[in-house]
């Protein structure tokens, strides 16, 4: 049984929600919020498995209530909206920033053709999400972060040259992109192809937030464009995401991989096909084991290897799997990640 809190300021909305979760009899509704002030009260008293809440509430909004709980009694938060438009998800992925784990759209009324298929991914993110183990918070202070020495792969020769970073990521993996980017130099001459297993619908709010936040120049990737160095492209929703000789971004609606499209695998294999040591690749944070093999594939052919460690993952499926295969060469925390992406860039 998975105890459920609902954080939802909408009475139409709350009788919605509540019929879609209770679908699944593996779920029992323990309290329903219409603030995000009750939304703290109840994850102090009732103790839930897992909270969906709304980011649009009165009194405290669904970012300050996950920051809240996060720092008291950490839980795993499930952002639950009703609104695509951009600047809305980019106020819910601010969520992300506070603590939450994932974005899912709200299933529409019982009637729409829909009701089904989005019920099923709203249950479905609400499992998976119940399974991670949160850790309470620190309150941001003034700690400052003092970089290590990054840990250079002997495989990079002298007349060599890296001229791609492909990065793969599923849950935790916003927040992880988010401080790697930021950490970037803007002048690093290097495309950035990066897959990120979101919920359809979100990814246009995704990069906008990335570039508010970051201010690192991202794009949603175009069929047959020329990626430009120093930029970042992220792979649109239902498409795989590779490259072809040119170099040249490709878009695919070639059959799912690992159950998803766009998968890591693709990318990795691509740019493994074309660029082959030329490579960095990185796999973050996430379930599952999309890309583990690949980033092996990448690793044999003398390309840069990164996984993302244990202690710093979210969930450390993707990660794990590859570090299990001995595919990474490096395996380090986001922090190290940045640090050892400038060195080996200015080598």
């Known amino acids: 049984m998975i105890k459920i809190l609902i954080a939802e300021d909408s009475p139409v909305m709350q009788q919605l929600l509540i ?3 209770s679908s699944d009899p593996i779920f029992k509704i323990v309290g329903v919020a219409d603030d995000g002030a009750e ?6 008293e009732l103790g839930p498995d897992i909270i969906a809440m709304d980011w649009h509430m009165p009194k405290i909004d669904g970012k300050e209530a ?3 709980i996060m720092e008291t009694n950490p839980t795993p938060i499930v952002i639950v909206t009703g609104s695509l438009a951009a600047k809305d998800v980019m106020f819910s992925f601010s969520m992300i920033e506070a603590g939450a784990l994932a974005i899912v759209k709200k299933p529409p009324s019982v009637d729409h053709p829909d009701y089904k298929k989005e019920t099923q991914e709203l249950i479905q993110t609400l499992k998976l999400m119940s399974e991670v183990k949160m850790v309470k918070r620190i309150k ?3 700690q400052k972060f003092i970089p290590s020495k990054p840990v250079i792969a002997r495989s990079i020769k002298e007349d060599s040259a890296i001229q791609v970073i492909a990065i793969g990521a599923s849950t935790g993996g916003p927040l992880v992109i988010q401080k790697i980017l930021s950490g970037l130099p803007k002048n690093i001459h290097i495309p950035i192809l990066i897959v990120q297993h979101i919920s359809h619908g979100f990814t246009e709010g995704f990069v906008e937030w990335l570039k508010s936040t970051t201010n690192f120049p991202l794009h949603i990737a175009s069929h047959g464009e020329h990626p430009l160095p120093g930029h970042g492209y992220i792979a649109p929703d239902d498409f795989h995401m590779g490259v072809e000789n040119g170099p040249r971004i490709i878009l695919s609606r ?9 998968s ?3 990318l990795f294999r691509s740019v493994a096909h074309v660029f082959g040591p030329k490579t960095i690749g990185i796999l973050l944070t996430g379930m599952g084991r999309d890309g583990a093999d690949e980033l092996k594939l990448l690793k044999d052919i003398g390309a840069i290897t990164i996984a993302q460690d244990k202690e710093s993952s979210v969930v450390h499926g993707m990660p794990g799997e590859a570090i299990k ?4 060469i490096h395996v380090l925390s986001p922090d190290e990640i940045t640090t050892t992406l400038i060195d080996l860039i200015k080598r």
């Open 325 to 328: 295969l001995n595919a990474a």
């Open 254 to 262: 070639h059959g799912l991989e690992n159950n998803l499209r766009p």
């Open 66 to 68: 996950t920051r809240i």
């Open 140 to 142: 941001t202070t003034s």
């Open 264 to 266: 890591v695998a693709y």
């Open 19 to 21: 019929h879609a979760i």
């Open 39 to 44: 939304a703290i009260e109840a994850a102090k």
